[in-house]
């Protein structure tokens, strides 16, 4: 197996894993439960899975590349905010939204991946402009738009993770 081979490998499986582990940290926010657990996991990942992007061949400037950028900056706001949520409600927001954030960048991913990797899905939307795509994209944002606002106001209220 070539590089690229093995680099889209591992950059899958730590997708998914911050993927999974992502939901259960933001579903924490919204339902003020402990997520904890899996929040290292969740930002170690995110992040070696917005690094490792930039490892691939490049062939200009992409609309992967600048989804890659904007959650490594995304990544940086929440590892500055970490410290300081228990003391700080703007802290706590910027925390919350930006973790927030970043799963939807992941699921965003994840759907257009989806649609150039399923043939059933590739077919629907062979350009990523058909509705289907643009409708399946539109779900997730405005999902995890609507679970971001409810999450930033109780986490900003209670601070349900400030312990960690």
């Keep these: 197996m070539n590089y690229v081979g093995i680099l889209t490998i591992g950059h899958t499986v730590l997708s ?4 999974v582990s ?3 940290v933001v579903f924490s926010l919204f339902s003020k439960g402990s997520g904890k657990e899996l929040l290292q996991t969740f930002l170690i990942t995110a992040t ?4 490792t992007g930039f ?3 490049f062939h200009g400037m992409t609309p992967a590349i600048y989804v890659g950028i904007l ?3 995304i990544l940086a706001l929440v590892f500055a905010a970490k410290p300081r949520v ?3 409600r703007p802290w706590s927001i910027v925390y919350a939204g930006g973790l927030v954030a970043s799963e939807y960048l992941l699921v965003f991913v994840t759907i257009a991946q989806a649609f150039t990797k399923i043939p059933a899905l590739h ?3 062979p ?3 058909e509705s289907p795509f643009k409708l399946s994209q539109g779900v997730a944002l405005v999902a995890l738009v609507l679970i971001g606002v409810v999450s930033v106001r109780r986490f900003g209220r209670s601070r349900p993770m400030s312990a960690i």
Excluded: H, K, R
């Design 22 to 24: 992502g939901a259960v």
């Design 86 to 88: 228990a003391g700080s």
């Design 55 to 57: 490892f691939f061949p």
């Design 16 to 19: 998914l894993v911050a993927l």
């Design 48 to 51: 070696v899975t917005s690094v």
């Design 127 to 129: 350009t990523l402009q």
């Design 71 to 73: 959650a490594c900056i």
């Design 123 to 125: 077919a629907a939307a």
